[in-house]
């Protein structure tokens, strides 16, 4: 049987974790938290392909093949859980704010209507009835019914209880100091305490901190973003659907009435506090998008770290020197959406040394030669 450990328990790693067990694999989970409690409960929950697709690239590609799949992942994790993700597909509504972003939206719904997708510019008064509140000064909307989101709060719990029935082995609590190697060939890994677990396989899935795991073959391009989001209690607003701006600001309606706002875009390091700049900024772009949640006031307040790569696309793939070694990381902004679909091609490759879909374009060896 396949020994693999998996580094990190968000959910790029537990959808690693989950498809190499489907496929007899025997998986540990290393994750210095709990499963879900860093950045991908952090996160808004948002499952979109089409917003901010700037060109019909690889990239943008993968998002949609990840989205068409989605409901296949997520019955499989209520199964496994007994819990609902709250998986919706309610669309999003993203705002043109002026004449330039009119224009770039008519502009990029051609191109994704001629691949065969639903996207379309709204005047306001066409999306307030599709979500009454939002802002009529504006000059329209692009509507992408297709978009959803799913409950990341509450995802951290579920991939733990989904890991309680089958065999994958969880340690918490201890993060992976550095990957162990002999002969060109990964051996295991070092745990922070010291302890050693043997492997044929690493996956590393540690979001913005796969770069300070030690005995990489190569520097890793990976850091650490910075978005904050505030959660209102909206009372008798009754938000539907994503409502977002091209600045990647963003209203996320949740199954118990409370209302998502986010998010910034912050190069500060690990640094995962609070600003009051941040918070402003977030505030200002609600009074924009839904200008009737301003007279709330947050009732929690919550920063996460995003793994951003070099060039923004994600790090997928063995290891072209070291040999069992895998990257699942540098999902950026696409981490909830992208994660199991790629979590499914990293366990092919891990397994079978081959998958079905192209994931060449992700690959690292863009990343350069080995550290020296």
Same mark, same amino acid.
């Given at each position: ?123 306001? $008064?066409? #999306?307030?009835? @599709? &979500?009454?509140? /939002? ?5 329209? !909307? ?5 978009? =959803? ?84 209690? $909206?009372? #008798?607003?009754? @938000? &539907?659907?994503? /409502? ?5 600001? !963003? ?5 118990? =009435? ?115």
């Amino acid at each position: 049987m396949l020994e693999v450990v998996v580094v990190g328990g968000g959910i790029a790693g537990f959808a690693a974790a989950l498809a190499l067990w489907e496929r007899g694999a025997a998986v540990t989970i290393v994750e210095t938290t709990r499963p879900g409690s860093g950045s991908t409960g952090a996160s808004a929950g948002m499952v979109v392909a089409q917003y901010e697709a700037g060109e019909a690239g690889p990239k943008f590609q993968l998002s949609l093949e990840s989205r068409s799949r989605y409901p296949e992942f997520a019955a499989r994790l209520e199964e496994l859980a007994g819990r609902s993700l709250h998986l919706r597909w309610d669309g999003m509504l993203v705002a043109n704010l002026n004449a330039e972003e009119h224009a770039g939206a008519l502009a990029s719904g051609r191109w994704q209507r001629e691949l065969g997708l639903e996207a379309e510019v709204l005047d306001p $008064a066409e #999306a307030e009835r @599709l &979500q009454p509140g /939002v802002s009529l000064d504006v000059p329209s !909307y692009a509507w992408l019914p297709s978009e =959803g989101q799913l409950d990341t709060q509450e995802l951290g719990e579920i991939m733990e209880a989904a890991i309680g029935r089958t065999e994958i082995r969880l340690i918490s609590g201890n993060g992976v100091a550095e990957i162990l190697s002999k002969g060109g060939a990964v051996v295991g890994v070092e745990m922070e305490d010291g302890r050693t677990l043997e492997a044929e396989r690493v996956i590393l899935a540690a979001g913005a901190w796969s770069s300070k795991v030690a005995g990489l073959p190569r520097p890793l391009p990976v850091r650490p973003i910075r978005g904050q989001i505030l959660r209102f209690h $909206a009372g #008798a607003i009754a @938000l &539907q659907r994503l /409502v977002a701006s091209h600045a990647g600001r !963003y209203l996320v309606p949740r199954h118990d =009435g409370t209302v998502l706002a986010g998010s910034t875009m912050e190069d500060v390091g690990f640094d995962r506090s609070i600003s009051e700049e941040g918070l402003h900024a977030i505030h200002a772009s609600v009074s924009q998008l839904y200008p009737t949640l301003v007279e709330h006031r947050p009732i929690e307040r919550w920063a996460g770290l995003r793994p951003i790569s070099a060039d923004s696309y994600p790090i997928i793939g063995p290891d072209p020197e070291l040999e069992g070694l895998l990257y699942a990381t540098g999902y950026g902004r696409d981490g909830i959406t992208i994660s199991p679909f790629v979590g499914s091609i990293v366990a092919d490759l891990a397994v079978k040394g081959m998958a079905e879909y192209d994931w060449r374009p992700f690959g690292p060896e863009r990343l350069g030669g080995a550290a020296t």
